[in-house]
C-alpha cells in the first residue's frame, strides 16, 4: 500500500518568502509516481509536476522549484518568491503499478500582502 | 491540452432525488476516468475507478448502488447519485488519464461539483 505524508497542515508567509512544502511516502513498489497538484479556493485541481522514480533530477518551472531525493523518500516543493496568487491547498500525490492515486491530506498556503 | 469539464459545477437537490453529474475530456480520449470525493479542508478520497465500455471498480465501502457509474464513450463518464441524502452533500471531483505512452498516465482533473441535499 501507499501512503503519503504532508506533515504541515499550513503555512502562512508574507508575500516574496520563500515556501518550502514537505512531502513524505511510503511504497513497496520500485515503480512509482510523484505528483503535486494546486487546488486555489475555486476548487479544481491543478496539476503542477510528475516525476517517475527512475527520475532524481531536481526541476525548476518559474518560481516553482521540486527536490527528489528517494534515499529519504521525499518529494519536497519549494515556490520562491511567493505571490498573492499562490495561495492554495497543495497536494502531493503517490501512484504505482494500480495507477490509482494516494494523496497527502494537503498543505494550506496563505500568502499575504 | 488536457481539459476535463464538469457538469454541473453545483447543484441543489431534495432528499431522495437523484443527481447526474458529467464529466468530460475536452481535447483528449480518456480510457480511465476516476471520481472523487472531498469534504471540506480534507484530502480527495477515490470514489470509483471508470473505464470505458466496462463497469466501474468501487473503492471499499463506496456503495456502487448508490453511486452510479457510467462510461459511455472515451470522452463522457457520469456519477449518478442515486436517492441523496443529506450525508451526501459533497464536492464531487472527476479525473481523466491522458494516455503518455509510457508508465503511469498524468490524471488531469474537473472543476468539480459541489452538491447539496436538503
Known amino acids: 500500500a501507499q501512503k503519503v505524508t504532508q506533515a504541515q497542515t499550513e503555512i502562512s508567509v508574507v508575500e516574496k518568502e520563500d515556501v518550502t512544502l514537505d512531502c513524505v511516502y511510503e511504497?513497496?513498489?520500485?515503480?512509482?509516481?510523484l505528483f503535486w497538484y494546486k487546488q486555489p479556493p475555486s476548487g479544481e485541481l491543478v496539476f503542477l509536476i510528475r516525476r517517475n522514480s527512475f527520475d532524481e533530477q531536481n526541476e525548476i518551472s518559474g518560481r516553482y522549484s521540486w527536490n527528489f531525493q528517494k534515499s529519504t523518500s521525499s518529494f519536497n516543493f519549494t515556490i520562491t518568491a511567493s505571490q498573492v496568487v499562490d495561495s492554495a491547498v497543495y497536494f502531493c500525490a503517490l501512484s504505482a503499478n494500480d495507477y490509482k492515486l494516494s494523496f497527502g491530506a494537503g498543505t494550506t498556503v496563505t500568502v499575504r500582502a | 491540452g488536457a481539459v476535463v469539464s464538469q457538469h454541473p459545477s453545483w447543484v441543489i437537490c431534495k432528499s431522495g432525488t437523484s443527481v447526474k453529474i458529467e464529466c468530460r475530456s475536452l481535447?483528449?480520449?480518456?480510457?480511465?476516468m476516476f471520481w472523487y470525493r472531498q469534504f471540506p479542508k480534507q484530502s480527495l478520497m477515490l470514489m470509483a475507478t471508470?473505464?470505458?465500455?466496462?463497469?466501474?471498480?468501487?473503492e471499499q465501502g463506496v456503495e456502487k448502488d448508490k453511486f452510479l457509474i457510467n462510461h459511455a464513450s472515451l470522452t463522457l463518464s457520469t456519477l449518478t447519485v442515486t436517492s441523496a441524502h443529506p450525508e451526501d452533500s459533497s464536492f464531487y471531483i472527476c479525473?481523466?488519464?491522458?494516455?503518455?505512452?509510457?508508465?503511469?498516465?498524468?490524471?488531469?482533473f474537473g472543476p468539480g461539483t459541489r452538491l447539496t441535499v436538503l
Open positions: 479525473s481523466a488519464s491522458l494516455t503518455v505512452g509510457q508508465g503511469t498516465d498524468t490524471q488531469y
Open positions: 481535447d483528449f480520449q480518456a480510457t480511465t
Open positions: 471508470s473505464n470505458e465500455g466496462s463497469k466501474a471498480t468501487y
Open positions: 511504497t513497496r513498489d520500485t515503480t512509482y509516481y
